[in-house]
C-alpha cells in the first residue's frame, strides 16, 4: 500500500504557486517540491493532486493500492463526485490517472494531519520565488 499526500501553497499578492507531495511506502518516504503553473490556491491544489498521482506512477504498478490524503475540501468532494464546476479538466485527468489502480481511496483530514506535504509546498515557495 502506497500513502500520497499532497498540498499546495500559494502567495496571495503575487498567485505564485508550489507544491508538496509526499509518498509513504514500506517505512521509506519519498519526498518531491514542485513549481505549478497555478494562479489560485483552488486551481494549485488541484494540479499538487495530479502531479502528485503521476509522480508515485514509477513506484507502483496496476495491483498498487493507493491512499491519497489531501487538506483540500473542493478536491476531495469533487473526486468523490467525479464533477467539479471550474476545475472539471483537472478531475478528468486525476480520475484517469488513479484508474490506473486497483484501489484508490481519497480521503480528507485537517491542515494538521498534513504537515509534511504543506511543509514541502512552503519550502518551495521559497525554493522557486
Known amino acids: 500500500m502506497f500513502k500520497l499526500y499532497t498540498d499546495a501553497a500559494t502567495m496571495n499578492n503575487s498567485g505564485n504557486s508550489s507544491c ?3 509518498i509513504v511506502h514500506d517505512s521509506e518516504q519519498y519526498q518531491e517540491k514542485l513549481k505549478l503553473t497555478s494562479k489560485d490556491n483552488h486551481e494549485a491544489e488541484f494540479e ?3 502531479l502528485g498521482f503521476k509522480a508515485i506512477s514509477p513506484l507502483t504498478n496496476k495491483d498498487s493500492i493507493i491512499v ?3 487538506d483540500s475540501k473542493i478536491v476531495h468532494e469533487s473526486l468523490e463526485k467525479q464533477y467539479a464546476k ?3 479538466e483537472y478531475v478528468d485527468q486525476i480520475l484517469e490517472e ?3 489502480y486497483s484501489m484508490v481511496i481519497n480521503n480528507w483530514i485537517p ?3 498534513n504537515e509534511g506535504a504543506h511543509n514541502l509546498a512552503t ?3 521559497h525554493l522557486f520565488y
Open 123 to 125: 519550502q518551495a515557495l
Open 68 to 70: 491519497y490524503y489531501t
Open 20 to 22: 508538496g507531495i509526499l
Open 48 to 50: 499538487a493532486c495530479l
Open 86 to 88: 471550474h476545475y472539471q
Open 111 to 113: 491542515d494538521t494531519k
Open 98 to 100: 488513479q484508474a490506473k
